[in-house]
């Protein structure tokens, strides 16, 4: 695992602990390399004397499969060094986009490529996934929204023209750099929105979703993990957005519609691979909302990447991930 | 002030207690008759010895103006009962509503009647709330979301067609009564929306801002004041949206339009009568997007309710209102 | 399991979903009767199809083991009618104590007896749950002060004459009931302190850890899960009281005493069973400080529970439980 | 004033917007000299186009009154090239202590001397602050412990020897810096003690409540404000704490011994100037318990200090200050 040291490298070092069939091999870290996982993360008592390495090719050579969780663009420098025989899970932005162009409006530095997008709720990604040995997982956002809405246009029943998004995050999903907005004392009891009007998790939404054209709007909030995405569009018919999720969704292990009336909170599924979803019409204005919820670091990010993996290695898909939260 | 044990009524005593102008009369609770205001609201230390009378309108017949705090729709049956010489600041619906079709659509029981609507910022209101005795103070989410819209709809800049807002509120919000799912042990760490697709302020929000149709979502956030509104429209024109806020807020003493590249936080508005607006285009659908933070007990609220009285009593329109939030 | 409906029962369904020896035979509600567990704890995906029934000994009859979940004093009823085969864990206060004196200081109702106490760390205590079928599990304030103390008294090194504890703790260990001072509004940004000067959970704490006088306050926390309680003795004499706790727990799979200069914090419990150690001694007044960490519905409930039953059932001890937390 | 960029600082500069008799003369920072106070601390809007000037004596001189909101240990540089005619009110800690040897005990640089401490409710101290010309403010811990304390040592009801305070404070307490163990990834949801065992505010106590030794343990607590502080000592007779404290407060403006059986809560005190208190027998142990709320950065910090500069400069003591906390 490279770039333990984070929040997303936290999260998938715990679950690899609970984890049936994985087996860390090694894990490294950048600016935290000679330090003890205790030490850095607390929380996860398995690994506690385990020593951050540092991220050397050499030393993951030999292993089954490497999870990187790196910031977004220091991707592709390590995979580069990786033989074909290692099977590999970005967890990073490097390898999403399909347009180079989209890659470099909102990123520094080239376009490194286009790896097997890591959904495998998208119809036949699951097989594509299970056949590739390099996967991009999908980005925290556009997960929430995707699993929201992909379905919707898929079918025909929702407008891939002007869609609307908000979105908000717990704190995790900026990341573990100490940077002064993210202090607590900032966060505590406050709302406040971020990269309003041109983020950069839009063409990967576009192209993850179908959706034409897209006003994103991501909301910091005050809690540590999950994020809740409104998402509306207009329809394009008379189904109920409600019922082509469930259907899209019968047999998804992770994925939950609930029942009618019950809408989704971040909280239960805190910890998971799990994302809940509701939709309905909105009586005035006639559009579609639908509302889904993940864990960011869970879903969103290493649980999901864990998923991919799970594939990849041919294991069950479920092995190692929770579908129950940890709440309240 | 009739409804003082709630939360809005918490806030208005302690506006009124550092008010230069106001003197508190008498204070009226239901359940909490007979207690002290120091019990209810420990954090009111001005008023600690003074007990909550019972709402009878004989106590309330000789004060000069009464504000009332009361649940949705318990409004009207207070008021009926105060001579025209009181002047009335009704902070629940009642009366905010031209339409009584659109009451009957979201609240029980018959529709009371309309009042002066008490937003002083819209164009031309602030001398009708002046000459008024009887005015309803504008709902929460209306506040914030037509801060942020009716200048644009008003200049011709935004289609009134298919605006989509989404809002997350702070827990007082919801009110102080003891329900399951208000508790610390539910909304910490979690987000959650509510009354998707058919919530009872959007004809109010139509109302204040000329939207034809409207999306609404509220969301609940884990915060015990504030709201950030994210109100998207499109365009019918080129005109920057930000400058025509900005404009017609010039002289306003409490919204405050941000500088380019600032966005709102809820917490800088905490405590006060602020609204903090900023907007901009999104680059990918076009549409305009504007943000705003208020505390929703101030300007949602107790604040905005005394800025109302202090005009409607011939007052220095700010006495007694912070116009500096308490942060962090 | 009886009383699923509150956090500790949704706590233990979500860690019996995951076990890999345990099934789920009835799960009972009180008011909740008749409801989903999916309505009621919408992060337990896996039995959220499952009724919750209502609480009859007849349904209970047939399963190896029940857990008792209800409100202190409610337990004995429930238990009185079921079979001795039937193997029971108690959440409850009701057969903790071995003084009916002390029970009836602090409890209505008559007291019901003394069960197997059920914490496995004290010296002997694991054989004597293994051989019961009735184990009364231990209160949260008494795990996190016990696994601090207890090792410390019985090895001589730390006085068992005014102890002082100060235990701050999350807002689920005053369980699920609508109370208003229990509400998001009331909680978030703030810290109270509550039944200070008597605490139902002093005598029990005395009878865990062999402390004579005790001085305990329990407050208030703004966070759903966790207890952090600061424990201070004076010493006798001069052993390292971080030695002999890390001595004391060198083989236990869940009680960590932290490499030296590392001290608890909750979040790094959250959802497990682990509880976290320090000690030193204070440089000015000589007393002996130890802070420990547990999650109050993991290590502090759910978790010890199952724990417990793993014991009793002949199953490995740490089977379906976390070592590590779910953090941040 | 200087060090307007930090906490203290932004609540100082709020205050002093709302103080009907001081006036900003000029506002320093460090590295923020140039930026608006605006962008610095977007809750205060009555300064957002005032800019931050650089630190520099010759800009400070002509002003009546100094307030030194610096880091630790920064204070006695800037005050040495202050003319005498200037007040100074410095919230660091660098002018508390008396005894050297325990300033060089807990911070690094040389002793730069003892000025007039600046806690007015202590007896006759409130005289000696306003014939000062240099003020020491007393430090948030400080002032939580002390008020709780010292009128019980002073009337010989508690036992000097043996004190122990566990007292747990809002983020804002720890400063404005971006350090990773301060984020709100890592706050959130988490309770964890630091400098257990010897913690530099311990002489400060000491040397204020009389204390002879003192164990300290403080708590970093998930919210931005607020100190509750719990202190506990053995009684020296019969006499009821509550009763001492009530007496020796019953003229103080800003510090409230609650009514029997009501208990401080943090939230209360937000914003303000106010201290609330309570204290009980503790019946197991015999302990005194009294228990302290205060707004670490309100009576903590900022707003104590504009009620010394309030004395210093012959202002009514309570002149823009607030006695009512912001809640919820």
New interface residues.
């Given amino acids: 695992m490279v770039g333990a040291s984070g929040?997303a490298g936290?999260?998938l070092l715990?679950i690899v602990?609970?984890h049936p069939h994985l087996e860390l091999a090694v894990a490294t870290g950048h600016a935290q390399a000679g330090s003890t996982i205790?030490?850095v993360?607390?929380?996860?008592?398995?690994f506690?004397d385990v020593v951050l390495a540092k991220t050397e090719p050499a030393a993951l050579a030999g292993v089954d499969l490497v999870f990187l969780a790196l910031p977004h663009g220091q991707s592709a420098a390590v995979a580069a060094q990786l033989p074909e025989s290692v099977k590999v899970v970005d967890l990073g932005a490097d390898f999403r986009l399909k347009d180079a162009a989209a890659w470099s409006r909102y990123y520094p530095g080239e376009h490194a490529g286009t790896w097997t997008y890591g959904l495998p709720e998208l119809p036949g990604q699951r097989e594509l996934i299970a056949a590739a040995s390099r996967v991009a997982s999908t980005g925290c956002y556009a997960v929430s929204t995707t699993l929201a809405l992909a379905p919707l246009i898929a079918a025909g029943v929702a407008d891939p023209e002007?869609?609307?998004v908000?979105a908000?995050s717990?704190?995790?999903g900026?990341g573990?750099?100490?940077?002064?907005h993210?202090?607590?004392?900032?966060?505590?009891?406050?709302?406040?929105?971020?990269k309003?009007?041109?983020h950069q998790h839009?063409p990967e939404i576009?192209q993850a979703t179908g959706a034409r054209?897209?006003?994103?709007?991501p909301?910091l909030?005050?809690?540590?993990?999950?994020i809740?995405a409104?998402v509306?569009a207009?329809p394009t018919g008379d189904a109920d957005p409600a019922e082509v999720l469930r259907a899209a969704y019968a047999d998804e292990p992770f994925v939950?519609v609930?029942?009618p009336g019950?809408?989704?909170?971040?909280?239960?599924?805190?910890?998971?691979n799990?994302a809940?979803l509701?939709a309905?019409?909105?009586?005035?204005?006639?559009?579609i909302?639908v509302?889904s919820?993940i864990d960011n670091l869970g879903k969103g990010a290493a649980a999901q990447a864990v998923q991919n993996a799970n594939l990849m290695l041919g294991l069950p898909e479920t092995a190692g991930l929770?579908?129950?939260?940890?709440?309240?």
């Fill in positions: 929040y936290g999260d715990r602990a609970g205790g030490s993360h607390p929380h996860v008592r398995s506690r002007d869609v609307v908000v908000a717990g704190t995790t900026a573990r750099a100490a940077k002064q993210l202090l607590a004392s900032e966060v505590i009891g406050s709302l406040s929105p971020y309003v009007g041109a839009v576009k054209t897209l006003s994103f709007t909301v909030a005050p809690m540590p993990r999950g809740l409104t509306t207009r939950h609930l029942p019950e809408w989704p909170r971040t909280s239960a599924t805190f910890g998971s799990a809940h509701q309905t019409i909105d009586v005035d204005s006639g559009r909302v509302v919820a929770a579908v129950d939260g940890v709440a309240p």
